[in-house]
């Protein structure tokens, strides 16, 4: 979740960072700092906030320097405050340290440190990192690092700088993403890309156990025991203007407005002359051996797996199962090696996920990532790799990226159907032509959105509400419920439509909002029922559903119309809407819509 940048080289290591580190704030933080070298001494400031307030403090001080690390933290241990921010130093001011993850050990490590005489001035667990490398330091940075790492349990991405060391940065990672730009005259480090894309698009991506040392003009690459190792460069294909808002107010509506073409490049990426092709990551022999999928994943990419479990029982007639990502450790889960183990994550970074995908690895599972991040951890750790097309996504609250996950999960069923026989080239070809048509039907959807802004202006001052839909609809409730939660704070739940009379219909009141969705002709007439009797009880109904939809017209207080699709594609279609109401009623309520509070983009701690 926090951001980590460190720059050497020609230019101004401070302004650099902090430009950097603004391009990390979608990651989600509660305060900054930053560390230079300047005359053979470290300086560090650091301010609780945004990272407006650490550069207001910044004005007026001389921070000139070629080398320097900062970063933005979000609170794991210690309250957000100006002494528990990043970086942390030593005693002596002669080494400093930012750390993105969690030093399980830290307790234990703390205690030899303040017995061995080392004062704490913070909460953190990151603080113990910055005094053990002095307790270890014997005159070799690289040497320290490996001695500290090998002492650490838990999650970690480091960035260090020693003042008697003033040309070179060195960094490691386990579990937390860590890449380097590779500059001319200049290098630099990062959490993630978008920090450093003004600057250069060649880059490393650091495995787990790597430890780095960065000079202006060199990178060296080196195991946990400190051998040389060789990383293939990365060129990333996407650049900088792709990562900023294009003239959109907020990154999310743009990322909403990107949908249409995302989901058309998704599906060019394995539609080849007519044909689905998923032969790159499952032979036709894994297929036959294959009898049970497992889908793992958290927030909206469960979500999306909800879809996917829906889309492959339904089309392929495969034994799909969902599970919480952060659960599926801990539930023993019957996996072997006829189990397909899918791992969905939009940042390939998702550090339970990333744990669930290892646990299924040692079952003995084919282990198949959905993600969006070339090179991310997840796509190194599975089998096989399936990446969405969605571009980058800056907005903490996901939609582009859902979208794509979903898309993919369609095509998947559609191909595994065919493989086992179920659809002959006649019915895939009319499910492909099907697909192709959600591009444009989406583009007609965001241009029509005047009623959504006055649902919006309806909901953004009420407490609570309610999405109900039934089978795959219910999942597409579940998603947008969440999208409500995350950026507005309105209280939502989504219910399974059927299960409101039993128990949490007594919750509703005149003036409760309930937003419906009711896309399956073969569960519409029981959705309707179910509707009427929220409607009895006064509850202010929003429905989506198709515009033939009569019976869901009228009993609505708005309806909201989607164009007419096969059912298993129309919850591409509903969620668009939903995305929509909750980014106008957040809005509304003049809430930071990009980064809403307590979120980060890609939560890299258990």
């Known amino acids: 979740m926090c951001g980590i940048v460190g720059y050497i080289g020609k230019g101004d290591a401070k302004n650099v960072v902090l430009q950097g580190l603004e391009k990390l704030e979608y990651r989600g933080y509660d305060s900054a700092g930053i560390a230079v070298i300047k005359d053979s001494k470290i300086i560090v400031e650091k301010k609780k906030g945004r990272l407006k307030n650490l550069e207001s403090h910044l004005e007026g001080l001389d921070l000139s320097s070629h080398i320097g690390i900062g970063h933005t933290r979000w609170a794991t241990h210690g309250e957000p405050s100006d002494r ?10 002669s080494i400093a340290v930012v750390h993105n993850g969690i030093i399980e050990n830290y307790s234990s490590l703390k205690e030899e440190l303040v017995e061995k005489g080392y004062h704490f001035t913070s909460d953190t667990d990151t603080e113990v990192v910055a005094h053990l490398l002095h307790s270890v330091f014997k005159g070799n940075l690289l040497e320290a690092l490996k001695e500290t790492i090998s002492r650490l349990r838990g999650s970690f991405a480091l960035g260090v700088i020693h003042k008697d060391f003033p040309n070179e940065i060195v960094c490691t990672r386990k579990d937390s993403p860590l890449v380097i730009g590779i500059g001319e005259n200049e290098n630099l480090i990062a959490s993630d890309i978008p920090a450093i894309l003004k600057y250069t698009k060649d880059v490393y991506f650091l495995e787990d156990g790597d430890i780095a040392k960065l000079t202006e003009n060199s990178i060296q690459i080196f195991d946990k025991n400190l051998s040389p190792v060789e990383r293939e460069i990365k060129f990333i294909e996407w650049d900088y203007e792709q990562a900023t808002k294009g003239g959109y107010p907020h990154f999310m509506i743009k990322e909403i407005f990107e949908q249409p073409k995302s989901i058309e490049e998704t599906l060019n990426r394995r539609i080849h002359d007519g044909k689905i092709d998923f032969s790159d990551v499952l032979s036709d022999d894994e297929i036959k051996k294959f009898n049970m999928i497992h889908i793992v994943a958290c927030g909206t990419a469960y979500h999306a797996g909800l879809q996917g479990q829906y889309a492959l029982r339904s089309i392929s007639r495969t034994n799909a199962l969902v599970e ?3 659960e599926y450790r801990y539930m023993n889960p019957f996996v072997d090696e006829n189990t397909l183990a899918i791992f969905v994550s939009q940042s390939g970074e998702t550090l339970d996920t990333l744990a669930a995908l290892k646990e299924a690895k040692a079952r003995g599972a084919k282990t198949l990532a959905i993600t969006n991040v070339v090179g991310s951890t997840i796509s190194r750790e599975a089998h096989s790799t399936i990446y969405t097309m969605a571009g980058p996504e800056i907005a903490v609250a996901s939609t582009k990226a859902y979208t794509t996950q979903v898309i993919i999960f369609q095509l998947l069923s559609i191909y595994l159907a065919e493989k086992k026989g179920l659809l002959n080239n006649e019915e895939v070809n009319r499910l492909i032509k099907s697909l192709y048509t959600i591009p444009s039907k989406v583009q007609n959807e965001l241009q029509n959105t005047d009623l959504l802004k006055s649902v919006a202006n309806f909901m953004k001052d009420k407490s ?10 219910f999942a597409t409730a579940l998603e947008g419920s969440l999208k409500m939660k995350e950026i507005t704070y309105i209280h939502t739940e989504a219910f399974a439509a059927g299960e409101l009379k039993h128990g949490s219909i007594a919750l509703i009141e005149p003036g409760t909002p309930v937003i419906v969705v009711a896309t399956q002709s073969n569960l519409l007439e029981k959705t309707v029922s179910n509707m009427k009797e929220l409607k009895a009880r006064g509850a202010h109904i929003t429905t989506i559903a198709r515009r033939s939809c009569k019976e869901a017209i009228e009993a609505s207080d708005e309806f909201i119309g989607i164009d007419d699709i096969d059912d298993v594609f129309s919850v591409l279609l509903a969620i668009i809407p939903l995305q929509l109401l909750s980014y106008f009623t957040s809005v509304e309520k003049g809430i930071d ?12 701690v258990e």
């Open 464 to 473: 609570s509400g309610f999405y109900i839909g039934r089978g795959v609809d």
């Open 324 to 326: 919480i990502a952060s």
């Open 593 to 604: 819509v990009d980064k809403p509070r307590n979120l980060a983009k890609s939560v890299t």
């Open 84 to 93: 528990n921010s990043h970086p942390h130093y030593s005693e002596d001011l």
